[in-house]
C-alpha cells in the first residue's frame, strides 16, 4: 500500500503519441488556374470603390490641412498688422512731438536763429488755382547778421 501511493503521484514521461511530421513534395506544376470573371469583377469593382474612398479621404484631409493652415496664416498676418498698427501710433506720436513748433523755436534760439522780421517772408499766392503752373522767381532777401 505505501508503495502504490507514491506511483500515483509520479507524472509520466510519456504524454501520448509523440507528433512527427514527414516532409512530402507535392507537385503542382500540373495544376491550371482556371479564370474566374465574376470574381475578377468583382475584383475590379472593390479597386474601384477603394480608389474613390481613398481619394474622397485624401480631399477632405487636404481641406481640412488647408483651413488649419490659412488659420494659422490669417493670426500670423493679424498679429504683424496689430504690430505695424502699435509702430504706426508711435510714429505718429514721435512726429508729432517733432512738429511742435515751440520745441522748434527753442532749438532755433539755441542755434542762434531769428525770427523773420516783416517783409522778408513772401508767402505763396493760395488763391490761385492749383492747377495752373506758377514760375518761380528771385526775390531780393536781406540777410541780418545776428552778431
Known amino acids: 500500500m505505501q508503495s502504490a501511493a507514491p506511483l500515483s503521484r509520479r507524472k509520466s514521461c510519456w504524454l501520448g503519441t509523440p507528433e512527427i511530421y514527414f516532409r512530402k513534395t507535392i507537385d503542382n506544376s500540373r495544376l491550371v488556374k482556371v479564370e474566374d470573371p465574376r470574381r475578377a469583377?468583382?475584383?475590379?469593382?472593390?479597386g474601384l470603390a477603394l480608389g474613390c474612398l481613398f481619394l474622397l479621404v485624401m480631399g477632405f484631409a487636404?481641406?481640412?490641412?488647408?483651413?488649419?493652415?490659412y488659420g494659422y496664416k490669417i493670426e500670423a498676418l493679424r498679429s504683424e498688422r496689430e504690430g505695424l498698427t502699435e509702430m504706426?501710433?508711435?510714429?505718429?506720436?514721435?512726429?508729432?512731438?517733432l512738429r511742435d513748433p515751440e520745441r522748434i523755436d527753442v532749438m532755433a534760439?539755441?542755434?542762434?536763429?531769428q525770427s523773420p522780421q516783416p517783409g522778408q517772408v513772401?508767402?505763396?499766392?493760395a488763391a490761385s488755382d492749383a492747377a495752373t503752373p506758377v514760375m518761380a522767381s528771385v526775390a531780393p532777401v536781406?540777410?541780418?547778421s545776428a552778431r
Open 109 to 113: 534760439r539755441k542755434l542762434g536763429l
Open 88 to 97: 504706426n501710433r508711435a510714429l505718429r506720436l514721435e512726429e508729432a512731438s
Open 142 to 144: 536781406a540777410v541780418v
Open 122 to 125: 513772401l508767402r505763396m499766392d
Open 62 to 69: 487636404l481641406q481640412h490641412f488647408r483651413a488649419i493652415e
Open 41 to 46: 469583377r468583382e475584383m475590379k469593382y472593390f
